[in-house]
């Protein structure tokens, strides 16, 4: 299904875990910062920025985070396999054409843009970038299961 979007944001959720999707309004260089080396990727006007919320919590603190990156230019950090901060994140964001959220990753370990971890309730969605909106592929029969609204 594709979601109209353009400076909103979009609300996916499915009981307290959501995904946040705003689109980026221009082209921007994303830096992503390695303990090894620095990483730098084409945001392109339009792509996704996306928020994920494994255990939910506070929308503004999720809006926040898109704006890092969508307004100011933010560099995301990745930390490395088994440091002990990943477990203290309670958000985290990816930006790209498409992001896909996966839950057999860690959080903020993994320096792919196209990834986003999240709970198991959102490992069958995908999320795309559409003219004008996002498109968001779910399984068939499990449309039902997501709330899904602008604010």
Sequence with gaps: MIVPLEREL??????????LVAKA???????????????????????LIVVSAPEGGDLRHAA??????RTYHQPVFVLPKAHPGSARLSMVV???????????IT??????QDLICAPEEFGNLRLSSAPGGVEVFVPEGEADLFSISKL
Excluded at 10 to 19: K, S, T, V
Excluded at 26 to 37: G, M, R, Y
Aim: net charge negative.
């Design 25 to 47: 309004a221009e082209l921007f260089v994303l830096c992503i910062e390695t303990f090894e080396k620095e990483i730098c990727q084409t945001v392109g006007e339009g792509d």
């Design 64 to 69: 926040i985070l898109i704006e890092l990156v």
């Design 94 to 104: 990816s930006a790209g054409p498409e992001v896909i959220p996966r839950c057999d």
């Design 107 to 112: 959080r903020g370990t993994h320096p792919e």
């Design 10 to 19: 979009l609300l996916i959720r499915r009981g307290n875990p959501f995904l």
